[in-house]
């Protein structure tokens, strides 16, 4: 008996050592043959993009490439390769070589495979550390795209396993294109699963990465688009054709300026690193502040369209580390990053609807992502930096819902110094009560409408009544055509060919307006070969103009303070501070205006037309109080309402008035108690002003979105 059970593991340990001696072999050749170096074969290819949501059964082992983005990155770990293993009986030393995968083990034998196993007893073998080859692992999460998901969709990932030179290459936020092999390996599955062995995931084992920049790296542009973009961009009126191509089915005069606004920061300027290793950023934050139904969330979706990268996210949905990057336990217990939208965003534009629902901690967590565009994480051990060159589009209301004729701007616009100082521009729109520019706007939208449903209707004779809407020729006609083109984005207007096409009947006749496709893809080429710089006589003039901007506010504010008013509206100057930051604002405006024609240096023209934006924008919006009903269009105020200030006599009356009524303790509604006043003959100006005074003093708090009023002194 013992003779026929010895013949199985005398034959056994025979094919072992035969096997071992073949692969000894080959590790020996193969060291003689790199002398003893060890290389990495990377592959570049030209396959057809594979979606990750359609990876199959049939793709199984088989060579694919797959588009997405870095979502998280695991910590670099050591993977062996072979282990030598040593019978600590026998002192028998074998090397075992692993075949099964990134995220396979190696199986130790339970018995000795010396000259005399029985001897040896179970499990004789120990790992020889010292003498083991090992290999550098990661695992990676590449996600789909943010638009390349369906709508309703959630969007699918899966893991990657990188090795060797590819570990550290590519942090949360990195746009790639992997060519890897699709493999399966057994997760761990519930308590309850049976049969585990049977049903395994879906990994790719990564052989080559190329990287996107976010501005063109993985773009390529046929020679004759490149020909239709270079006499796009040779033509003198290429800032307007660009500005009327941002969402054409938006239209109102308020709308001009903020269209040039997101042309500007969708070219940007040129992002600089100094001598010294310090980074300035080139990417331009816009803020759009103003009335409901004023068309701002439509803008932001327009600009996370044409964005080369874009995401959208609303304030009142969003979180700090949602916002940011997280720190994720993984099923091993061991922490990970996942990025944020602002890291998703990197090379783009995220927008960030309802800016001041967002809580005051989770706005602060994007300060640093604004201005130095990085997002510094130190959580859980993990302490890295991630990069967040992004734009920032926001959009808010006032404290109130609707902008307030009766406070001012600094207790309209109830946001920090610290954070308005970060957007370059920031407009302030008003819903203005005019009955010529109702009717336009009317017309507008009704022919929007007819247009869109006689182009859905074959039956469209009865819409020619229309005669007031000018839905058929003229000026209207051309609208329509454009807000067309805006909503058909996913047809075979995606074809280099159509898009070379759109670009070269603009450029030829200056008539029209770019589509979605086209309007992106100028994007991306302009900022792909184009990284304008200033020049003397540019940098002299904005140099002389910020100064003069200065003193102009400096002058205010002190005339603000002198007059008898000083303690009612001395704080108005300081809603929207201008610094120096407002000084770096300028020059990437004027940068990204050079870079739309394709030209290195900046002109004069660009810094006249930058300074412009910005009166318009940041400085009207910081002198609301002041200019008015003039320009912002007037709520049918009375005149009394448009400057007069009162005398420290009506304050005082204000006052007296408001302490008589108020009793300590009481909340009371502050829109009734400014009635109850104006029907006994108070101005109501001044009684609003009275109760902004009281409130600083800290004799009145307001509650509930200062809709109520508490004295407590």
């Keep these: 008996a013992q003779d026929n059970d010895g013949a199985p593991n005398d034959l056994q340990n025979e094919n072992s050592a035969n096997s071992n001696n073949y692969n000894n072999a080959n590790q020996l050749e193969m060291e003689e043959l790199f002398h003893g170096n060890s290389i990495q074969l990377l592959l570049r290819g030209n396959l057809s993009p594979t979606p990750l949501r359609s990876i199959q059964s049939q793709h199984m082992n088989s060579l694919l490439r797959c588009p997405g983005i870095v979502i998280s990155a695991s910590k670099v770990r050591s993977r062996s390769t072979n282990i030598q293993i040593r019978c600590s009986r026998c002192q028998h030393a074998t090397t075992i070589y692993a075949t099964s995968g990134p995220f396979g083990g190696v199986s130790i034998p339970q018995r000795c495979m010396g000259p005399n196993p029985a001897e040896c007893g179970p499990a004789p073998y120990a790992v020889v550390p010292d003498n083991c080859t090992f290999v550098d692992q990661q695992t990676l999460k590449l996600q789909e795209a943010p638009e390349a998901v369906p709508t309703g969709e959630m969007p699918r990932s899966v893991l990657l396993a990188v090795e060797r030179t590819l570990v550290d290459k590519c942090p949360p936020g990195t746009r790639v294109c992997v060519l890897a092999i699709a493999s399966l390996f057994t997760s761990g599955g519930g308590a309850g699963s049976s049969g585990g062995g049977s049903v395994k995931s879906v990994y790719l084992r990564v052989v080559g990465i190329e990287k996107d920049s976010g501005t063109g790296g993985l773009v390529n542009f046929s020679p004759r688009e490149e020909e239709a973009f270079r006499l796009l961009a040779q033509r003198a009126d290429v800032f307007d054709i660009l500005s009327r191509s941002i969402a054409p089915s938006i239209s109102g005069s308020y709308t001009i300026d903020i269209k040039k606004a997101l042309c500007c920061q969708l070219f940007s300027g040129s992002r600089k690193k100094l001598p010294d290793g310090m980074k300035l950023r080139g990417d331009i934050n816009v803020l759009l502040l103003g009335d409901p139904s004023m068309a701002k969330s439509q803008f932001l979706k327009y600009a996370v369209r044409v964005a080369p990268v874009g995401v959208y996210t609303s304030g009142k949905g969003s979180s700090a580390a949602g916002l940011t990057a997280s720190v994720v336990r993984d099923q091993r217990g061991e922490f990970y990053l996942e990025g944020g939208a602002m890291v998703l965003a990197d090379g783009g534009v995220v927008a960030i609807d309802e800016f001041d629902k967002m809580r005051p901690a989770d706005r602060v967590a994007i300060h640093e992502a604004m201005e130095q565009q990085t997002i510094s994480v130190a959580k859980a051990g993990?302490?890295?930096?991630?990069?967040?060159?992004?734009s920032v589009l926001a959009a808010a209301n006032p404290v109130f819902g609707r902008y307030d004729d009766l406070k001012s701007a600094s207790e309209n616009i109830d946001l920090m110094t610290t954070i308005l100082s970060r957007f370059d521009l920031i407009f302030l729109v008003r819903d203005v009560r005019n009955e010529e520019l109702d009717k336009m706007i009317c017309h507008h939208v009704m022919g929007v409408h007819i247009s869109n449903s006689r182009s859905g209707n074959s039956k469209s004779g009865n819409l020619e009544s229309f005669g007031d809407f000018n839905v058929v020729g003229g000026s209207g006609d051309g609208v329509m055509e454009g807000d067309l083109g805006m909503t058909d984005t996913t047809g075979s207007n995606t074809s280099p060919e159509a898009i070379a096409e759109n670009a070269m009947k603009v450029a030829m006749t200056g008539i029209g307006e770019l589509d979605v496709p086209t309007m992106k893809k100028y994007v991306q080429y302009c900022k792909a070969k184009c990284s304008p710089r200033l020049s003397e006589e540019a940098g002299d003039i904005l140099a002389s103009s910020y100064v003069k901007?200065?003193?102009?506010?400096?002058?205010?504010?002190?005339?603000?303070s002198s007059g008898t008013q000083n303690e009612v509206n001395g704080d108005a100057q300081t809603v929207i501070p201008i610094t120096v930051r407002q000084l770096e604002a300028l020059v990437r405006i004027s940068e990204s205006l050079a870079k739309m024609?394709?030209?290195?240096?900046?002109?004069?023209?660009?810094?006249a037309e930058a300074l412009r934006l910005f009166k318009v924008s940041t400085m009207a919006a910081n002198s609301a109080d002041k200019q008015g009903d003039s320009r912002l269009g007037g709520s049918g105020n009375p005149p009394m309402m448009m400057g007069v200030a009162p005398?420290?006599?009506?304050?005082?009356?204000?006052?007296?008035?408001?302490?008589?009524?108020?009793v300590i303790g009481t909340v009371v509604n502050k829109q009734r108690i400014v009635e109850e006043a104006a029907s006994q003959g108070y101005n109501a100006m001044f009684i609003a002003k009275a109760m902004s005074v009281m409130v600083m003093r800290g004799e009145i708090q307001e509650r509930n979105q200062s809709r109520l009023i508490k004295r407590v002194k």
């Design 597 to 607: 024609r394709l030209e290195l240096e900046v002109q004069a023209e660009d810094v």
């Design 647 to 662: 005398s420290r006599d009506d304050m005082l009356r204000s006052e007296s008035f408001l302490k008589s009524r108020l």
């Design 549 to 560: 901007i200065r003193d102009d506010v400096r002058r205010r504010s002190m005339e603000a």
């Design 382 to 390: 993990i302490t890295t930096v991630l990069n967040s060159r992004s």
